[in-house]
């Protein structure tokens, strides 16, 4: 299970570690040493891995694979020739050397232009003398975290961010906690907003500041607090009772009355805490996670102890809180007769080239308006469909709606690829790449003109299954995109195992591209990285013209976000395309 440590909630930019804090020290000998006593050294000592050669020239690197490889005659080295031999015979010529204080990410985007084939590489002091070696699965091991690190965390407090908090969920049921003994506590702040507007934002961000540092204190270090975004907070609990989750939430409430210190503004607040356990799961729709179930449940809880006072907690017992779990239900009960009946819609967001300064592609974002259920934000109804089975027959009927409207715009003149989002549930069963091909032919339009957009998560990294529909349907020239790229599971190294041609960056990222340094770097090395592998670069969620600056001089390829338009139906997005291209 993943270490959920509490951090400080000041520590709101993560460090990048560099070679110098990871690496392993290694025994030094000079390039002129005969090569007996090392080769000796190496068979005395199973786990040496290494040793640092000290040269008339730069620093090397002979480790054992080498060593094992130039002795064993394949090479037309040869055992015979070892009592002859010194060190400097059988180095490699141009090894790669690593700087001590380079950092992860520029280590990883080196080991990748250089092919990355060796096991371990050199780290060197300024002055060319050894460090030690560092082990390259090491290297993007590490980049993985940290870039989890920041994608699981909010950036304004430090504290585990609402996809924190599910993973523990899952992590939690998965290790086998039960899950009646979970308990969630849903938190707002009541009057925030009033700060906000009277004493500024930058007072406000120092009131959720010292918020959250009260909160990481209440709850026990095995408990996680987290930031579910503007004045709400959320607090997991396992291990634990009715009785025990009422006293925490109590404790906050307390802890929220004390005033708050903001320079010369002495501010006093109060919370609200809606309270859910895990015994009220069996009133729940089966079809969420514990997590999900908790969460919506403790926030009805705390909607309505808003409503009858403030400054208080309150139980999902009461009947006005069940409206979440209806409405899911109602989703679920109207959504094939949308699907059958055409009553859905997509709409079509368009994709910026930047290298070309043209948009030649759109993406497909699924719409619906029910006369009884108002606008469905699609990923409320995705969710829904996810967990009812439903997802099979609206994918289909996304899919055909694609390829007819790229079929379309083709007759009308316009050779736009459509890309189409698809489910981990639609990749977990086999026959996707048959469908997506079937619809293409169907509609008769070349397979460029189809992407897919697959999303990182365990459900598609796991499976095999999913690599080879992944690979067939890029054989056949249909581009895979990585979607929301740096919020879940993803590491640079798996990228180069997976069958897709373009990454996408997911906007919680991007979002702060333009002021937070952290960020910047993070995206810098990731566009990098992916260069190097061959992938192209989409940014998502771009809305400023700071953020289009910055990703152009990063050497991003494609950009999409607000700022470059809109999703809108498909007449209205016709229009849009060459608006934008006159702006941008
Ligand atoms: P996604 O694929 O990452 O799509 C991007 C989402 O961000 C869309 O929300 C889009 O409207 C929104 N967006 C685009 N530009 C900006 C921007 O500049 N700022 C902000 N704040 N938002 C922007 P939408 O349409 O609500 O879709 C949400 C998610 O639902 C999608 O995320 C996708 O995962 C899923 N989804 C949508 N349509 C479909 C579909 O047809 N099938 C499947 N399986 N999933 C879909
Ligand atoms: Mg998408
Ligand atoms: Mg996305």
Known sequence: MTDYALVVPDMTTIRVPTLREISTRVPEVSASDPLRPVERAFRDDPHLRAVAVIGPGDTALLTRLRLETMLSGRLGFGRALLS?????????????????????????????????????VLVVEDDG?????????????????????????????????RRMLDERGADLVAAGVDPERMAVLYIDLDGFKQVNDTLGHKAGDELLLSFAARLARAVRPADLAGRLGGDEFAVLLHDTSEAEASAVADRIVQLALEPFDLGEHH?????????AVGTDLAAFTASLTPLDALLQQADAAMLYAKRSGKARTGRPSEPAASGASERRALIRQRLPEAISGDLLRLHYQPKLDLRTGTITSVEALV???????????????????????????????????????????????????????????????????????????????????????????????????????????????????????????????????????????????????????????????????????????????????????RL?????????????????????????????????
């Open 367 to 549: 719409r619906w308006t029910d006369p009884e259920l108002g606008a469905v934000p699609a990923g409320e109804l995705v969710e829904v469909a996810e967990h009812t089975g439903q997802i099979r027959s609206l994918g289909d009927w996304v899919l055909r709606t694609a390829c007819a409207q790229a079929r379309a715009w083709l007759d009308a003149g316009h050779a736009w690829s459509v890309a189409i989002n698809i489910s981990p549930l639609q990749l977990a069963a086999p026959g996707l790449s048959a469908a997506v091909l079937a619809a293409i032919d169907a509609a008769g339009i070349p397979t460029r003109l189809l992407q897919v957009e697959v999303t990182e998560s365990r459900a598609v990294l796991d499976e095999g299954l999913a690599n080879a529909e992944l690979r067939e349907l890029e054989a056949a020239g249909v581009t895979v995109h990585l979607d929301d790229f740096g919020t879940g599971y993803s590491s640079l190294a798996m990228l180069r195992r997976l069958p897709v041609s373009t990454l996408k960056i997911d906007q919680s990222i991007v979002e702060r591209i333009d002021s937070d340094q952290a960020d910047a770097e993070l995206i810098a090395g990731v566009i990098n990285a992916a260069h190097i592998l061959g992938l192209s670069v989409i940014a998502e969620g771009v809305e400023r013209r700071t953020q289009l600056e």
């Open 267 to 275: 501010v006093q607040l109060s919370a609200t805490v809606g309270i």
């Open 129 to 161: 003398s050894p460090l030690g070696i560092v082990a390259v699965s090491v290297v993007f091991r590490e980049v993985g975290t940290v870039f989890r690190e920041v994608a699981l965390r909010d950036p304004l407090t430090g504290l585990p961010n």
């Open 552 to 584: 152009r001089t990063l050497d991003c390829d494609i950009v999409q976000g607000y700022l470059i338009g809109r999703p809108e139906s498909a007449a209205d997005v016709v229009p849009l395309i060459g608006g934008a291209l006159a702006t941008l």
């Open 84 to 120: 002859r031999a010194r060190v400097c015979d059988i180095l490699e010529e141009d090894a790669l050397r690593l700087h001590a204080e380079l950092s992860l990410r520029d280590a990883a985007a080196e080991i990748l232009a250089r092919g990355g084939a060796e096991e371990d």
